[in-house]
């Protein structure tokens, strides 16, 4: 009983943060996008229940809210964690190995091809086409901070400095 009245509690709140973006947005479906990139900003993702609620508030069908949050790469349907890691694999990057960046990433992280994000939402790794820096390839992106001619022992520095920057309670919020 009790653990049902936490979930309600929280579902209530989790609504009302919805509610706030919708209500500063006049509940106008001409303004999904930034109503969907407000609520992704506070939860990080775009969950299955704040899409159908979205549509429902907004009296638009859930598959056209869906459509819009799948269709632009910015977008996630599953969380994402606290920082974010973009890897470029473009074609300059590419022939300068951010594969291999990449695969070191994986290991060091755990993740894989199907998993993108740390388990505890620490991280998430996001391979994109381009970062507009050919010139500093390999690039990597981390925390909105570019980084050229990245290497594993540069990203082992980086990633260390922010777990330890987190174990202090000095990450980033």
Not at 15 to 26: C, D, M, Q, S
Request: proline letters at 3%; charged letters at 25%.
């Amino acid at each position: 009983m009790q653990e049902s009245v936490e979930k309600t509690k929280a579902m209530v709140q989790h609504l009302a943060a919805v509610n706030a973006i919708l209500e500063k947005n006049g509940h106008d479906p001409g303004r999904l996008i930034p109503i969907l990139q407000e609520t992704q900003e506070v939860y990080k993702y775009l969950s299955r229940d704040v899409i159908s609620y979205l549509a429902t508030s907004l009296d638009v069908p859930v598959a056209q809210v869906y459509g819009v949050a799948t269709f632009y790469a910015h977008f996630s349907l599953e969380p994402k964690g606290k920082h974010i890691i973009r890897i470029c694999d473009g074609t300059a990057c590419h022939v300068k190995k951010s594969a291999v960046i990449q695969q070191h990433i994986y290991k060091r992280l755990g993740l894989n091809d199907d998993k993108h994000t740390t388990d505890d939402l620490l991280f998430t790794l996001e391979m994109v086409s381009c970062l507009g820096a050919c010139g500093l390839a390999p690039v990597c992106v981390i925390d909105e901070e570019v980084h050229g001619q990245a290497t594993p022992a540069m990203i082992d520095a980086i990633l260390d400095q922010i777990i330890a920057a987190e174990k202090t309670g000095k990450g980033e919020e």
